[in-house]
């Protein structure tokens, strides 16, 4: 039992340190450009309404393709959202992305018996698609952490990893486990 | 004896591998051209203030994945299929009033939902399909008909509105998704375009391959999504969007295509390298070249229409995936080129449909959550004149 533990802790730490691969969840944003690039596109997504003075702090970005996420991971996104939604820490923004208007987003958000409801500066909805153009997601919620105006770290969820993911967002581990 | 006998049935077996290898391509029969001298006119499409606005309810989406205009009872409806809620909602097609609401989770219950559409040919024949097959429903929710398509996730049937329906005889002709695979030269040659149902005896039969430009080179998926229209003649016109020609054909031997090059397009349309295509940059060399989209043919003025999208001016406009410029060719009935503009009203041209009364309406505002949007359109010829309506 030991060794199946051990084997998965080692699996689990390649594949979070082996930058882009097949089935990677984790992604380190090393070039310099990159990393500008994927902030900036962060940053008009959230319609440019994070402080200047902010910009610099650690922040994390959890976008969500809605209709093309699996049902699971919606799912388990949307729980997490609405559960957080009134207690969302600091420095931490959401973005729903769909071709889709407000009305169409919430209808998932009926399916799991709950609304979406505004966050006022924190929650955003990018109707046109934008992140999937800008090639920021594809089909699965995607969490980006930036520091000092740079992206370094690009967290793509699968169903196994979902939870852990979303967890480490809404509870700010991430960011500690890097300035640790 | 023997020898001669052994013989027989080695030229038979022949014979028959010959005869089968030629009946499962009918439609690779080689197109004759005909060039007809284009006369660019400045005929366009305007968008008019006649409009019809079909509300949606609290749970019915703008998510429209196929609708179609039909006739039933000497009254005219419109039915439209919102992938989101899963219902069929069809209006009374002048009064916008709703007048039915069909919950496909109950009409295909025990069935797959994956990928389906819709086409209500009138109150008793629904038809829907999903990756697997075709059915034919009546207005109480009975199944009447279903038939499975032929294997392959190239051969999935699909109701859109550039690609419609055509009930001929026994047989109901649907398009087929493009979904080939895209690098392979072998199966995009192999790929039939059209499926015909039999009704009577549920069996299937495909019909029509890509033009020689695709079978000789690669174009990626974005240049797969063909067209076609049917005419009055009584034949399917394909409109490809890396050939310039279009293809009139009976799918048996009559097959001709005709010069239908946009007066913008300034240079080929080069197809794409197999490296590029793996990876993942195909759309952005779409967007670097011009392209045909739907095609319609309109009943009653004879006249077909065919979109042209011109590429990208410039590497912004590609990276910010803003909308291409488009204009619409019109051609006559004999296939000559009698117009072409860019299109300046806001409205979908893929959503084009004709009315029994000979009204051409296409979507507009199709962002609005609450209401499905048409606008009646009308030709603004150069000299302003009026066509008389005749559909036959």
Excluded at chain 1, 132 to 143: E, H, N
Excluded at chain 2, 233 to 249: L, M, Q, S
């Amino acid at each position: 039992m030991r060794w199946i533990a051990t084997f998965l802790f080692i699996a689990a730490a390649a594949c979070g340190k082996s930058g882009k691969t097949g089935d990677a969840t984790v992604e380190l944003i090393t070039l310099d450009g990159r990393q500008d690039s994927v902030f900036r596109k962060l940053i008009t997504l959230t319609n440019n309404t994070i402080a200047e003075n902010i910009q610099d702090d650690s922040l994390a970005f959890l976008i969500l393709p809605i209709e093309a996420s699996c049902a699971s991971c919606r799912k388990k996104t949307i729980d997490s959202i609405v559960i957080h939604s009134r207690k969302l820490l600091d420095r931490r923004y959401i973005i729903i992305s769909a071709k889709a208007g407000r009305k169409k987003i919430n209808s998932y958000f009926l399916e799991e018996n709950a609304e979406l409801s505004a966050i006022e500066n924190r929650l955003f909805l990018d109707s046109i698609n934008s992140a999937a153009k800008d090639s920021l997601c594809f089909d699965r919620p995607t969490i980006y952490y930036t520091f000092n105006r740079k992206a370094y770290k690009k967290v793509a969820a699968i169903p196994a990893t979902v939870r852990q993911n979303l967890r480490n967002f809404f509870q700010g581990t991430e960011h500690e486990e890097k300035e640790n | 004896m023997r020898y001669f006998t052994t013989w027989t049935i080695i030229c038979l077996t022949f014979a028959d591998f010959i005869y089968s290898s030629c009946k499962q391509s009918p439609s690779v029969v080689a197109s004759t051209y005909t060039y007809v001298e284009p006369k660019y006119g400045n005929i366009q499409l305007q968008a008019t203030n006649d409009s019809l606005h079909y509300p949606l309810s609290k749970s019915t989406y703008n998510d429209i994945e196929s609708f179609n205009y039909f006739i039933a009872n000497g009254a005219s409806f419109i039915s439209f299929f919102d992938e989101r809620s899963a219902t069929i909602t069809i209006y009374e097609f002048l009064s916008q009033k709703r007048i039915d609401k069909i919950k496909l989770k109950k009409i295909m219950e025990g069935r797959s939902l994956y990928k389906p559409s819709v086409y209500i040919r009138n109150f008793d024949s629904i038809f829907i399909t999903n990756g697997a097959l075709l059915y034919m429903f009546n207005s109480k929710g009975e199944k009447k008909i279903s038939i499975d398509f032929l294997t392959g996730t190239d051969k999935y049937a699909v109701f859109e509105n550039y690609k419609p329906p055509v009930l001929s005889g026994n047989n109901l002709y649907v398009g087929v998704r493009p979904y080939v695979e895209e690098t392979s030269l072998e199966a995009i040659r192999k790929w039939k375009l059209l499926y015909a149902f039999n009704l009577t005896n549920n069996k299937r039969e495909m019909f029509y391959s890509l033009p020689e430009v695709y079978r000789e080179n690669l174009y990626g998926y974005s240049f797969m999504n063909y067209t076609y229209c049917y005419n009055d003649k009584g034949n399917f016109v394909f409109c490809f969007p890396a050939d310039t020609a279009i293809y009139e054909t009976d799918l048996m031997g009559y097959h001709r295509s005709y010069y239908a090059k946009s007066r913008f397009q300034d240079a080929p349309i080069q197809p794409i390298s197999k490296e590029v295509i793996e990876n993942d940059k195909g759309y952005n060399e779409f967007r670097k070249r011009d392209s045909y989209g739907a095609i319609f043919f309109d009943p009653y003025r004879k006249r077909y229409l065919r979109l042209v999208r011109h590429r990208a001016a410039d590497t912004d406009q590609i990276s910010l995936n803003s909308e291409k410029i488009q204009s619409i060719m019109i051609l006559d009935d004999n296939f000559k080129i009698i117009g072409e503009s860019v299109i300046t009203d806001d409205f979908s041209f893929s959503s084009i449909f004709f009315t029994v009364e000979g009204g051409m309406y296409a979507r507009v505002n199709s962002k609005d959550e609450n209401a499905l949007h048409f606008v009646r359109l009308l030709y603004v010829d150069e000299r302003h004149e009026e066509r008389p309506l005749s559909k036959n």
